[in-house]
């Protein structure tokens, strides 16, 4: 998909619009996007900012007027006077702002990002992921970034997309995606759901989604919906809960059976 709204592969079918233009046919060079790549691809002989002044070197801006630039650029990610730094000195979370700011100088309309925090530890990653919704509001521009982290697109999409084999599983607002997900796979894709069979009255449907969140385990409350008697197999601790999600208790032990309810609002239909 970013490859082809870069114009590094053209679609099989359709056209690729940008605020109301079609350049399904603009070369890379020519299309109003930047691209944030996985591996950064910085150029190690150079410093740090003339990476972040390449493109604009290649289209010819004065020097002067390039510098200042570069500056607002390393400033706006957080590496103010850096600009003569080799970029062997720089860490993985400096290299990723670095590429971030060579990305955003050229002032492009669609700012497209390729996995850009993959490489990073999780301190970091989470550290970065709000960076890039700063500067995206800061910005105020189109950002399109891929990834496969469910955690990553909730923490920082306005609008989340999920695909499946080149096709739109579902879209929209973060938590209603996750929510209320409208086909078996985005329910499964996003999160640990329980996918069952099911059907509501007056409606078609062939299966139901199951929250972890929403099953309640012990004593059942009006409304719950009982789902009978579970043994427990297996406990994960993960730090700040167990996989069973008994928040404040002991943990069950493997071969403990209980009683267990789903809450009625995380009985989700899915389209398929």
């Given amino acids: 998909m970013l490859s082809i709204l870069g114009g590094f592969t053209p679609p099989s079918g359709g056209r690729v619009l940008l605020g109301g233009s079609d ?24 410093s740090i900012g003339d990476n972040v002044g390449f493109g604009l070197s290649v289209r010819g801006v004065p020097r002067a007027q390039m510098n200042q630039q570069v500056a607002a650029a390393l400033q706006l990610v957080g590496l103010g006077g850096f600009e003569n730094r080799p970029i062997a000195a720089a860490s993985g979370g400096q290299r990723q ?29 989470r550290q970065m992921q709000e960076e890039l919704r700063r500067i995206q509001r800061a910005q105020g521009r189109t ?23 080149g096709c739109i599983e579902d879209m929209g607002p973060p938590q209603r995606v996750y929510e209320r997900p409208r086909t078996r796979f985005a329910a499964r894709f996003l999160g640990e759901s329980s996918v069952v069979p099911g059907s509501f009255v007056g409606e078609a449907v062939a299966s139901v989604a199951l ?40 943990p069950p032990a493997p071969g403990d059976e209980i009683k267990v309810a789903v809450r009625p609002h995380g009985i989700v239909p899915l389209e398929d």
Avoid: K, W
């Fill in 23 to 46: 350049i399904t046919r603009l070369p890379p060079a020519s299309r109003p996007t930047a691209t944030v790549f996985q591996d950064y691809a910085l150029f190690p002989h150079l």
């Fill in 97 to 125: 702002r670095i590429a971030l700011a060579r990305a955003l100088v050229i002032e492009p309309a669609v700012l497209l990002l390729d996995e850009p925090l993959g490489a990073l530890d999780l301190s970091l990653r």
């Fill in 211 to 250: 929250r972890p969140e929403a099953l309640v385990m012990g004593e059942i409350a009006n409304g719950d919906r009982a789902l009978g008697v579970c043994e427990v197999m297996d406990t994960v601790y993960q730090g700040s809960f167990v996989r069973v999600n008994l928040l404040h208790r002991q």
């Fill in 143 to 165: 950002f399109v970034h891929v990834t496969h982290d469910q955690e990553e697109a909730m923490a920082i999409a306005d609008l989340v997309l999920i695909m499946n084999n």
